[in-house]
């Protein structure tokens, strides 16, 4: 019965990591007043809450055909010391919009590869950040890690600087894949990196693994959760390779289309991969994600208090999350803004005092309700609208939307909720597109998102 709701709805979906999702930002009406205006607004709503800070470090030495991240590939790694210099001056442009100094609650270092850069200099990114600034001494601090660069220094002196939690890229374990994605890493690297985390007093480690990748087969998904399983990381990401080659370029065309597993291939692959992850004591989180019952996303889920934005899941709640860095993307909550994509143009605006933004959107009334539901149903798989204010006129439009939804067994619609089931939690993001109304309304023509499974 899954498998055939799997071919049902496994469709084109966004994975909503925001609402409006990036392709119905209205660019045209953004601009860059109104976006530092939302957020001195929601400074002084949410300041008590904090702040969070995503930190983009596009550096890679190789380039991975799998990647859809904006990164720079080079092996210079003089560009180091400018670049962060660069962020740090970002960071002094946001902190003077507010009146005094804005609390951080969470940091994660994202790219690229932040295991890029030296030891030494993410220090110096780290104290720059907070030379002059409020830290909390509870700050959840976090980067992405790769297996093949990360040294026992990197994690002794991110760990001395308060960070906790580290993610690796292992996407999977066997040979011909990896070299399909040009990414090779043996498990052995993996596992000794996996170690000194934990050595260097990291509580939570977090493995990425990815289904549907070239060449990849049920047999390679078994063999990879097995060696995980040796290692029991805390969490774990468990994801559909998100073939969109017509939006990444060349990046993803290191290999042919026919490579990928077909339809059938990919859904089994999914399906077995979640059973031997929930036999080995994961809890299912929100979507795409697991964690052992003691680690701290595990334990907010139970009591509802799970957060979703652009850095993914996170037990931080924050009205604001600053993106300082090439690319990165801010959210205000009441607006979003984006910077430039080019290392050389995102300087050139920095070092002349401008903030890098390019584009963004600005949330009407409409979006922020959509917002709050679709937010609802990614992090507690439930919704509502016994507030009023989380009326909108499309909802009974949306509802009988939903309606076979229901009687596929995938969720339960109650007199003013909706409640997703536990057969129906790998069809959260087929969910939300019933309540995207900007989607609803503006089909698209042409490919925009990876299929939901």
């Known amino acids: 019965m899954q498998t055939n709701l799997i071919r049902k709805y496994n469709v084109a979906g966004p994975r909503y990591t925001s609402y409006p999702t990036v392709p119905y930002w209205e660019d045209s009406s953004f601009s860059l007043h109104a976006w530092k ?80 850069f030296s030891p030494e200099n993410l220090r110096l990114l780290l104290e720059g950040l907070f030379r002059d600034k409020s830290q909390r001494a509870e700050a959840k601090l976090s980067f992405e890690g790769h297996p093949n660069n990360t040294t026992s220094k990197h994690l002794k002196t991110l760990a001395d600087l308060g960070f906790k939690r580290v993610s690796f890229g292992v996407q999977d374990y066997n040979e011909k894949v990896q070299k399909a994605i040009h990414r090779v890493q043996p498990f052995e690297n993996v596992a000794n990196a996996t170690r000194l985390a934990r050595e260097n007093g990291f509580s939570s480690v977090g493995h990425d693994i990815i289904f549907g990748l070239p060449f990849q087969t049920t047999k390679d998904i078994e063999h990879t959760i ?144 959509i917002r709050r539901h679709i937010l609802n149903l990614m992090c507690k798989l439930e919704t509502s609208w016994q507030d009023e204010k989380l009326l909108f006129p499309e909802l009974p439009d949306v509802l009988i939307k939903l309606k076979e939804m229901e009687n596929d067994g995938i969720l339960k619609i109650g007199d003013k909720n909706i409640t997703i089931t536990e057969k129906g939690r790998a069809f959260v993001r087929n969910v939300c597109m019933a309540f995207d109304l900007r989607l609803q309304r503006n089909k698209p023509e042409t490919k925009l998102f990876s299929m939901t499974i």
């Not at 590939?73 to 010391?81: A, D, G, P, R, S």
């Not at 902190?95 to 609390?103: G, H, I, K, N, Q």
């Not at 595990?298 to 860095?325: C, P, V």
Request: glycine share 8%.
């Open 37 to 116: 205006e939302r957020l001195r607004r929601s400074y002084v709503e949410s300041k008590h809450n904090g702040i969070s800070l995503y930190i983009h470090l596009p550096y890679c030495e190789s380039m991975c055909t799998f990647c859809g991240c904006n990164k720079r590939i080079t092996k210079n790694h003089l560009v180091e010391i400018p670049y962060i210099k660069t962020l740090l001056i970002e960071w002094d442009l946001y902190t003077a919009l507010f009146d005094e100094v804005p609390v951080v609650k969470e940091v994660h270092l994202g790219g690229g590869t932040p295991t890029f």
């Open 226 to 369: 097995a060696l995980t399983k040796k290692m029991m990381p805390e969490r774990i990401a468990f994801y559909s390779y998100a073939h969109v080659p017509w939006i990444k370029g060349n990046g993803q065309r290191g290999f042919k289309d026919e490579d990928l597993p077909k339809p059938e291939e990919k859904k089994a692959q999914f399906e077995l991969g979640k059973q031997l992850l929930l036999e080995a004591g994961y809890q299912e989180i929100g979507m795409d994600h697991f964690a052992l019952p003691k680690d701290e996303l595990a334990k907010n889920q139970h009591t509802k208090k799970i957060h979703r934005n652009f850095m993914g899941y996170t037990t931080e709640t924050t009205q604001i999350m600053i993106g300082l860095g090439v690319s990165a993307i801010g959210d205000s909550w009441y607006g979003f803004g984006q910077n430039v994509k080019n290392i050389e143009e995102y300087k050139n605006f920095v070092e002349r005092g401008s903030f890098p933004i390019y584009r963004g959107h600005i949330l009407n009334d409409e979006d922020l309700v």
